[in-house]
């Protein structure tokens, strides 16, 4: 049973380029969950996806970024116009129905480092 | 707002001694919270969940205790290993689902 799979493992890009993260969650699991992990910091909330629906992006940059959970397929993050600060580990989790008391432990991928020149 | 801190930030041990990390939380109205383990240049594994209405849980040389009242839990380690080295991570869990981390313990255990 396939972990939560994310990829790339590590990225470069150049000031000003666009950046594609993938995360394809474990399966049976609707619920993808984003994190960046600056350094020195701890991990960020950044986004919270279902199928097709953001239910929470309170955690995600106003401007530049934006993220996606299509019907078929992986979620994405993606970064516009990637600057040097945008340099982290970006981490995906995923987990079954949330439930009312949010008792599904999330589970982790390796995560991608991205890295701006 | 939810704050987590973790401390020690590093804690360096010979192998076969116990130990204790600790996690603090500034507001105690949480649905659960758990342990993480990770090590450089990868993600994040899961250690131990508790949820707000336990005191405890524990897997093999692993126990963490959660006080929701004062904002504290803490994980023991029992007879620390080499391959114990990593860096452990405390989050918890609020309405919504985010998980909020704290930064950290980095652990080195010798041998």
């Known amino acids: 049973n396939a972990g939560v799979m994310q990829n790339p493992r590590h990225l470069v890009r150049r000031r000003g380029q666009e950046a594609r993260l993938r995360c394809s969650p474990m399966?049976?699991?609707?619920?993808v969950y984003w994190y960046r992990q600056l350094p020195e910091e701890g991990l960020k909330f950044m986004v919270y996806?279902?199928?097709?629906?953001?239910?929470?992006e309170s955690g995600m940059p106003k401007e530049r970024f934006s993220a996606e959970f299509p019907k078929e397929g992986p979620s994405i993050l993606r970064i516009q116009q990637v600057v040097r600060g945008d340099s982290a580990a970006y981490f995906c989790?995923?987990?079954?129905?949330?439930?009312?008391?949010?008792?599904?432990?999330?589970?982790f991928g390796d995560g991608t480092r991205l890295s701006i020149l | 707002k939810q704050e987590v801190t973790q401390i020690p930030a590093a804690l360096s041990v010979p192998e076969g001694e116990n130990l204790v990390l600790n996690c603090s939380f500034t507001?105690?109205?949480?649905?659960?919270l758990q342990w993480f383990r990770q090590d450089p240049g990868k993600g994040l594994t899961s250690l131990l969940l508790?949820?707000?209405?336990?005191r405890e849980q524990t897997s093999g040389r692993l126990n963490a205790s959660l006080d929701k009242s004062s904002g504290r839990s803490t994980l023991y380690i029992a007879a620390s290993q080499p391959g114990d080295s990593a860096t452990y991570l405390c989050?918890?869990?609020?309405?919504?689902?985010?998980?909020?981390f704290g930064k950290g313990t980095t652990l080195s255990v010798s041998s």
């Open positions: 989050a918890v869990r609020q309405a919504g689902t985010a998980l909020i």
């Open positions: 996806l279902q199928k097709e629906n953001i239910i929470d």
């Open positions: 507001d105690s109205a949480i649905y659960n």
């Open positions: 399966k049976g699991h609707s619920h």
């Open positions: 508790i949820q707000s209405s336990q």
């Open positions: 989790a995923s987990s079954p129905l949330a439930g009312t008391g949010g008792d599904q432990p999330q589970h």
